[in-house]
């Protein structure tokens, strides 16, 4: 597609319920990158992945969130067990090779996720 | 650890009136340093960017120029449009970092 896409864009949830968000990256992006921007807050890197290699998992909060990514397709961001601190913004962001230098990342809008 | 201080908003302004939003950095080694926007319902977009001291980067009427002294990457325009409106993100990257780390984001109303 013309750039990175997201969803669902919008969702609520219950507490305790598990949530899956999508994002398809821009075709031929071996870099792919998810943040969460809570309210008034800057974007918190989550979790990057990078062709086949391991991803870098670092900022992930806690074991109730994962993520998958077969090759450089589609990933999905998993959030298990949803608290209400889990609410917020969700971006995802792709690039050619990874960002830095001249190499710009391309984000998606992003899902809002609201936990009741 | 990379770390990234961006000015405090809400920034109000009339339109023509002369924009700063400051943005100051803690990193290791020597970082790539850029703005994003985020026009109101739209994703970030790249602004510009700076990938050594003393690069200056520009695009739209927007310039940010990269101190090293002072660790600062300020995001300064001439004369605000309306258009303009929108949240700026100061970001960085750094060392075997490859993620970008970024302020806490600044609203920019400008107003006709």
């Known amino acids: 597609g013309a750039g990175v896409s997201q969803s669902p864009s919008n969702k609520v949830t219950e507490k305790g319920k598990d949530v899956e968000l999508r994002c398809d990256p821009i075709?031929?992006?071996?870099?792919l990158y998810w943040y969460r921007q809570r309210l008034g807050q800057g974007l918190e890197f989550l979790i990057y992945?990078?062709?086949?290699?391991?991803?870098?998992k670092s900022g992930l909060p806690s074991d109730r969130f994962s993520a998958e990514r077969t090759g450089e397709s589609v990933s999905t961001l998993t959030i298990q067990r949803t608290q209400q601190e889990d609410s917020a913004v969700y971006l995802c962001?792709?690039?050619?090779?990874?960002?830095?230098?001249?190499?710009?990342?391309?984000f998606g809008q992003g899902t809002r996720l609201t936990v009741v | 650890g990379n770390s990234v201080t961006q000015m405090e908003g809400p920034v109000t302004l009339s339109e023509e009136a002369f924009l700063t939003i400051n943005c100051t950095y803690t990193?290791?080694?020597?970082?790539?340093l850029f703005w994003y926007v985020q026009y109101p319902g739209e994703g970030l977009q790249l602004l510009l960017k700076?990938?050594?001291?003393?690069d200056k980067g520009s695009n739209k009427g927007f310039e940010a120029t990269y101190r090293k002294e002072t660790t600062s990457f300020h995001l300064e325009k001439g004369s605000v449009q309306v258009s303009d409106s929108a949240v700026y993100f100061c970001?960085?990257?750094?060392?075997?970092?490859?993620?970008?780390?970024f302020g806490s984001g600044t609203q920019l109303t400008v107003l006709p």
């Open positions: 962001a792709s690039s050619l090779s990874p960002a830095g230098g001249g190499t710009e990342a391309f």
């Open positions: 075709s031929g992006h071996t870099a």
């Open positions: 992945f990078q062709g086949n290699s391991a991803p870098d």
């Open positions: 990193a290791t080694g020597y970082p790539s």
């Open positions: 700076a990938t050594k001291a003393d």
């Open positions: 970001a960085l990257i750094s060392g075997s970092a490859r993620q970008l780390t």
